[in-house]
C-alpha cells in the first residue's frame, strides 16, 4: 500500500491553517532562493552565527553552510529569534578538513565559491556578477578565514569601505554581501528562485512546523487516505 503523496498530505495539513498562515508561507516560498548560499567557517560566537542565520531568512537566503572545524556551531535564541527553523542547514564536522569537504558539495552542486576577505588585489563586491550560483564564505572576525578556504576559493572578494576600520562586523559583512548580490539578482531576468520541487518540499516542512502535534495528525492522516491507494 503506497504511501500518501506529499502533495496529499501538503493539502490535508492546509485545513488546520488559517488562510492568512498558508499565503505568507506561499508569500515566502515564491521569495526564496538557493542561487547565493552562505558559508559559515568556524564561527565560535552563538550570537554571531544566529545573527547571521536570522539575516539569511529575512533575506530569502534558504541555504547556510557550517563548516565546524574548531568550533561548534551554537545557536543563541535571544539572537535568533526561530529563524533556523525555516532554514537548510547542513553542518560539516568530523573530517579532518570539514572546509574542504564543504567546497567539494558546493562545486558538486554548481556554485562558484566566493572568499570574502579584505585581501589586496581581490575583486570589489560591487563587480560580482550573478549569473552563476554564488556560495559566500565567510570566517570569524578575528582570525578570518583559513587559508585552505581562502587558497581554494573560485575568487577573493573584498566589500568596499571608505573609513579608518578595516572591517564590519560579521552579520554586517554578510547582510551587505546578500543585499548587494541579492538587488543585482533581482534586477536580472533570471530564473533564481526554487523550483517546484524544492517549493512542495519546504511547503511540507513549513506546514509542519506551523502545527503543535503535527506527527500526531501526519499518523492519523495516513489511516484516513491509505485506504484510498487500495
Known sequence: MPAPSKRECIEYFGQFLTDRRKSIVDKVLSNRTRHITVVLEDIYKPQNASAVVRTCECQGIQDVHIIENKHKY?????????ASKWLTLFQYSGEFNNTAQCYKLLRKGGYKILAIDPKPGSTSLEKVGTEKKLALVFG???KGLSDYARDNADEIVNIPMYGFTESFNLSVSVA?????????????????KLTAPEIENLQFEWYKSHLRDADKLLAKMNQEISPLHE
Open 74 to 82: 551554537e545557536v543563541n535564541r535571544d539572537v535568533v529569534k526561530g
Open 176 to 192: 551587505n554581501c546578500i543585499q548587494t548580490l541579492g538587488s543585482k539578482l533581482r534586477s536580472t531576468n533570471m530564473n533564481f
Open 140 to 142: 570569524t572576525e578575528y
